[in-house]
Each structure stands twice: as structure tokens, then as C-alpha cells.
């Protein structure tokens, strides 16, 4: 069993950055595949980020590649799970949810997802 709590959303202008983080309890959190994806007001949940249990493999959307980051730090208990968002446009404005995957794999769909956190939103202004 993981449960996850997001945090760090805010309003940014354009061309600002947020930091979120994804912070995991469950001992075995170091095993599970993490994601981000993110819903905008009427649309459909769209995937964003993920990256495997070692780090070792990291995948990203063409219209988030070059500009977030997602990491991850299994050590000392932290257990949490970072987007770095840069350069960020309106069209980033969304609920940001991060999941978990027991899968081992890189999943980009949300329904290959276990665990879910409530959200984070992200408001991006002009």
C-alpha cells in the first residue's frame, strides 16, 4: 500500500517555475514506477512524466520534454518524488496528481496506475 500527498502548486506567470514534490509513505516505495499527470478544467487526465524505481529510465511528453524534470529520492526515508516545471505556459495550467506503479515498467497511461494523490493545482497566468 503507497499513499501519496502532493504539494508545491501555486500561481506562476508564463515563463516562471514550480516545483512540485510527491512525498510517498509505504515501505516499499523505492519498488514502484512514479508518475505525474495533470487534468485541465474539461479535459481528459493526460500523462506527464515518469520515471522507474532506480531512476535509471525516465519518459517524458513532447509538449513537457525540455522543460520539466522529474526526480526522485528513495534515500534516507524521503521517499518523495519531484516535477520540476521551468518555462512554464498557460496551457500548463491544470490539476497536477503524481501515481504509483507496481509494474517495474514505464506506463504512460493513467489506468496502468495504482495509487493516486489528490492533486496539486498549478495555475499559470499571462
Known amino acids: 500500500q503507497v499513499q501519496l500527498v502532493e504539494s508545491g502548486g501555486g500561481l506562476v506567470q508564463a515563463g516562471g517555475s514550480l516545483r512540485l514534490s510527491c512525498a510517498a509513505s509505504?515501505?516499499?516505495?523505492?519498488?514502484?514506477?512514479m508518475g505525474w499527470f495533470r487534468q485541465a478544467s474539461g479535459k481528459e487526465r493526460e500523462f506527464v512524466a515518469a520515471?522507474?524505481?532506480?531512476?535509471?529510465?525516465?519518459?517524458?511528453s513532447d509538449a513537457v520534454k525540455g522543460r520539466f524534470t522529474i526526480s526522485r529520492d528513495n534515500a534516507n526515508a524521503k521517499n518523495t518524488v519531484y516535477l520540476q516545471m521551468n518555462s512554464l505556459k498557460r496551457e500548463d495550467t491544470a490539476v497536477y496528481y503524481c501515481?504509483?506503479?507496481?509494474?517495474?515498467?514505464?506506463?504512460?497511461?493513467?489506468?496502468?496506475?495504482?495509487?493516486w494523490g489528490q492533486g496539486t493545482q498549478v495555475t499559470v497566468s499571462s
Open positions: 501515481a504509483a506503479d507496481s509494474s517495474l515498467m514505464i506506463a504512460t497511461t493513467w489506468n496502468d496506475y495504482e495509487y
Open positions: 509505504g515501505r516499499t516505495f523505492s519498488r514502484y514506477t
Open positions: 520515471i522507474t524505481w532506480s531512476g535509471g529510465r525516465i519518459y517524458y
